[in-house]
């Protein structure tokens, strides 16, 4: 069993940058491929970026490439959501996810893939 611990969110104006963290207990983090979903008042849980257990692949939701990085480092059983350029419509609970690997790459992207969560943490972005 996995569990999963956010940190890093706050208050920020537009055009502003947190970095999110994740950390994992378990002794086999690096066979997990993580995910960072997040959630909007009255909105559904999206899917945000994705990164494979061995932090080679990533895979990212269209509203946040190119703005946002995810990593990892798994020594440290850490996952990493840089999120740079932030615009109001990010604001909302960021999630961390983590999916035990079976079979080749592939980027996990529905909330059901998932097995493990963390409990969230806020981000706000002012205008």
């Known amino acids: 069993q996995v569990q999963l611990v956010e940190s890093g969110g706050g208050l920020v104006q537009a055009g502003g940058s947190l970095r999110l963290t994740c950390a994992a207990s378990?002794?086999?983090?690096?066979?997990?491929?993580m995910g960072w979903f997040r959630q909007a008042p009255g909105k559904e849980r999206d899917f945000v970026a994705h990164?494979?257990?061995?932090?080679?692949?990533?895979y990212y939701a269209d509203s946040v490439k190119g703005r946002f990085t995810i990593s990892r480092d798994n020594a440290k059983n850490t996952v990493y959501l840089q999120m740079n350029s932030l615009k109001p419509e990010d604001t909302a609970v960021y999630y961390c996810?983590?999916?035990?690997?079976?079979?080749?790459?592939?980027?996990?992207?529905?909330?059901?893939?998932?097995?493990?969560w963390g409990q969230g943490t806020q981000v706000t972005v002012s205008s």
């Open positions: 996810a983590a999916r035990y690997v079976r079979g080749p790459y592939y980027p996990y992207q529905r909330r059901s893939e998932y097995e493990y």
């Open positions: 378990g002794r086999t983090f690096s066979s997990y491929a």
């Open positions: 990164i494979h257990h061995s932090g080679e692949n990533t």
